[in-house]
């Protein structure tokens, strides 16, 4: 029992060694092993029957035969066995393996023979395998220029190939869309004949920025297949073989020929609303001449017409009756109010014309001299003041004081029916690029919906009867701000209060 199980181990064993090993690398020489004895054979056979030079053709073929089908191991293995059974079988003395010195060369002929055959059957082989190669190469790159293109026909964007003479070889479905030729059409073609190309630089500077950066982009205008013109945004990437040399050119197209036409019709329309601003600014000027011109000449005959009738007034008074007082009394009136009037047109006008003086000025110490102008007119009043921290801004002093005297008057003018009056004053944030100050007071306030009429020039939201002014306080206050890259604006309701804000721009460099 121990024995026959020993047996079957050693079996096994030595079964599992042999299969252990490749299949696929023994049969070239069982390949070599039966076709030198199939060729052994027929010589042997055409031995019998009396031919006797056929023995080294049918060696040479079994050794050609394992050389082309198993390689250089098998032609090897054939050799050896085809010059050992040439020896035995066909060499005096037969059926030995001994070799006399007069068959030496039939040997070294038979293995030149041998040799030239393997080398030959090696070279065919590694020529089939590179052939292969390449076949199997150009197979998995057609599937990916498959893929690629059909990638590209997905697009709506124009993309076509062509090579360094411009003819194309590839055209996906955007540029049939776009140009209106089919693939069919279009490859074959000349891509700058086809398209009717119009360049921005001569195409000798584009070829050269081409190859010597391997892209270029630009606008071209192209021609359509029904002969209208497009505008594109082309963009062109060179393509080089692994020695560096270029074989073909990526042409993507955008159609930019309406964003073309707005741009220039925007370019068109700066170009008149230059000239018109140009005008306007022209008129503003000769409108705030006139207005300082016409402002100035008033004064003479204003100052004639209100001290005559003072004097008439002093000369008269006896002899008038309260009618006729209360006549001279509404002309002098008048006179001041027109007096008034003409001197804000005049500081009006000013402010558009003057030259600012810009410097770092502290908007707190600018309230305090404004406060200290406004109280003087309302001593006998009850106002509570709440004024906060304030900062510094940059422009014109005098300009910015005025500012501030016209919005806190305004505020002390419209509380006077309040008492005690409460104005507050107090630093704003709105705007990152902006700074400036609020002032809040518990007046007679305004409709919102008239908001827009307050900056303007002699307008008025109450009766002159019940509040003096001329009505360009607020707009002397808005032109103030605009000179400073800054705005001016109110919130309130009527019978609540208002608060007015006016602001600077943060800049130094600010043009004022």
């Given at each position: 029992?121990?024995?026959?199980?020993?047996?079957?181990?050693?079996?096994?064993?030595?079964?599992?060694?042999f299969?252990?090993?490749?299949?696929?690398?023994?049969?070239?020489?069982?390949?070599a092993?039966l076709s030198?004895?199939?060729?052994l054979?027929?010589?042997?056979?055409?031995?019998?029957?009396?031919?006797?030079?056929?023995q080294?053709?049918?060696?040479?073929?079994?050794?050609?035969?394992?050389?082309?089908?198993?390689?250089?191991?098998?032609?090897?293995?054939?050799?050896?066995?085809?010059?050992?059974?040439?020896?035995?079988?066909?060499t005096?003395?037969?059926?030995?393996l001994?070799?006399?010195p007069?068959?030496i060369?039939?040997f070294?002929v038979?293995?030149?023979?041998?040799?030239?055959?393997?080398?030959?059957?090696?070279?065919?082989?590694?020529?089939?395998?590179?052939?292969?190669q390449?076949?199997?190469?150009?197979?998995i790159?057609?599937v990916?220029r498959?893929r690629?293109?059909?990638?590209?026909?997905?697009?709506?964007?124009?993309?076509?190939?062509?090579?360094?003479?411009d003819?194309?070889?590839?055209?996906?479905?955007g540029?049939?869309?776009?140009?209106?030729?089919?693939?069919?059409?279009?490859?074959g073609?000349?891509?700058?004949e086809?398209?009717h190309?119009?360049?921005?630089?001569?195409i000798?500077?584009?070829?050269?920025?081409?190859?010597?950066?391997?892209?270029w982009?630009?606008?071209?205008?192209?021609?359509?297949?029904?002969?209208?013109?497009?505008?594109?945004?082309?963009?062109?990437?060179?393509?080089?073989?692994?020695?560096g040399?270029?074989?073909?050119?990526l042409e993507?197209?955008?159609?930019?020929t309406?964003?073309?036409?707005?741009?220039?019709?925007i370019?068109?329309l700066?170009?008149?609303?230059?000239?018109?601003t140009?005008?306007?600014?022209?008129?503003?000027?000769?409108?705030?001449?006139?207005?300082?011109?016409?402002?100035?000449?008033?004064?003479?005959?204003?100052?004639?017409?209100?001290?005559?009738?003072?004097?008439?007034q002093?000369?008269?008074?006896?002899q008038?009756?309260?009618?006729?007082?209360?006549?001279?009394?509404t002309?002098?009136?008048a006179?001041?109010?027109?007096?008034?009037?003409?001197?804000?047109?005049?500081?009006?006008?000013?402010?558009?014309?003057?030259?600012?003086?810009?410097?770092?000025?502290?908007?707190?110490?600018?309230?305090?001299?404004?406060?200290a102008?406004?109280?003087?007119?309302?001593?006998?009043?009850?106002?509570?003041?709440?004024?906060?921290?304030l900062?510094?801004a940059?422009?014109?002093?005098?300009?910015?004081?005025l500012?501030?005297?016209?919005?806190?008057?305004?505020?002390?003018?419209?509380t006077?029916?309040?008492?005690?009056?409460t104005i507050?004053?107090?630093?704003?944030?709105?705007?990152?690029?902006?700074?400036?100050?609020?002032?809040?007071?518990?007046?007679?306030?305004?409709?919102?919906?008239?908001?827009?009429?307050l900056?303007?020039?002699?307008?008025?939201?109450h009766?002159?009867?019940?509040?003096?002014?001329?009505?360009?306080?607020?707009?002397?206050?808005?032109?103030?701000?605009?000179r400073?890259?800054g705005?001016?604006?109110?919130?309130?309701?009527?019978?609540?209060?208002?608060?007015?804000?006016?602001?600077?721009?943060?800049?130094?460099?600010?043009?004022?």
């Amino acid at each position: 029992m121990d024995e026959a199980s020993t047996a079957a181990r050693r079996r096994m064993a030595w079964s599992a060694s042999f299969s252990g090993k490749p299949v696929a690398a023994l049969w070239p020489y069982a390949l070599a092993v039966l076709s030198v004895s199939f060729g052994l054979g027929i010589a042997l056979l055409f031995q019998r029957l009396g031919f006797r030079a056929g023995q080294v053709p049918l060696l040479l073929f079994a050794v050609a035969t394992s050389s082309w089908y198993g390689g250089t191991g098998a032609a090897a293995l054939a050799f050896l066995l085809s010059c050992l059974a040439f020896d035995y079988f066909f060499t005096e003395p037969l059926y030995s393996l001994y070799i006399v010195p007069a068959d030496i060369p039939y040997f070294i002929v038979f293995a030149l023979f041998a040799a030239l055959i393997t080398w030959f059957s090696a070279v065919r082989r590694r020529v089939e395998r590179d052939l292969r190669q390449a076949r199997e190469h150009l197979e998995i790159e057609v599937v990916q220029r498959t893929r690629q293109a059909s990638l590209l026909n997905l697009t709506h964007d124009t993309i076509f190939v062509r090579d360094m003479d411009d003819v194309i070889t590839y055209w996906n479905r955007g540029a049939e869309e776009l140009y209106g030729w089919t693939q069919e059409q279009a490859t074959g073609k000349d891509a700058h004949e086809l398209l009717h190309s119009v360049f921005s630089t001569p195409i000798e500077q584009i070829r050269q920025e081409l190859l010597r950066t391997g892209r270029w982009e630009g606008a071209l205008h192209n021609a359509r297949a029904d002969g209208t013109t497009v505008m594109v945004a082309s963009r062109w990437s060179l393509q080089r073989d692994e020695r560096g040399r270029p074989t073909a050119i990526l042409e993507t197209n955008n159609d930019i020929t309406e964003r073309e036409r707005r741009a220039e019709e925007i370019r068109s329309l700066n170009v008149e609303l230059g000239k018109r601003t140009a005008q306007l600014e022209a008129s503003n000027k000769e409108l705030e001449a006139f207005a300082y011109s016409v402002s100035h000449d008033l004064r003479a005959p204003l100052r004639h017409m209100a001290g005559f009738s003072e004097l008439l007034q002093k000369n008269i008074a006896s002899q008038l009756d309260e009618k006729s007082r209360r006549y001279i009394s509404t002309i002098l009136e008048a006179s001041r109010r027109m007096g008034a009037l003409i001197d804000d047109l005049l500081s009006f006008s000013r402010i558009g014309r003057a030259e600012a003086r810009k410097s770092m000025v502290s908007l707190g110490q600018l309230v305090e001299e404004a406060l200290a102008e406004v109280r003087r007119d309302a001593a006998d009043r009850e106002i509570i003041w709440k004024i906060g921290e304030l900062p510094s801004a940059y422009g014109d002093r005098s300009m910015l004081r005025l500012a501030l005297v016209n919005l806190i008057s305004n505020a002390v003018k419209f509380t006077r029916t309040r008492s005690p009056a409460t104005i507050e004053i107090g630093p704003i944030d709105h705007d990152p690029d902006q700074l400036g100050l609020f002032i809040r007071d518990n007046g007679v306030g305004f409709d919102m919906k008239y908001r827009n009429k307050l900056f303007g020039v002699f307008q008025r939201l109450h009766a002159a009867e019940a509040f003096e002014g001329t009505g360009i306080g607020l707009a002397t206050v808005l032109r103030i701000a605009h000179r400073h890259g800054g705005r001016a604006w109110a919130e309130g309701a009527l019978g609540e209060g208002a608060t007015f804000y006016f602001s600077v721009s943060k800049t130094s460099e600010y043009k004022i």
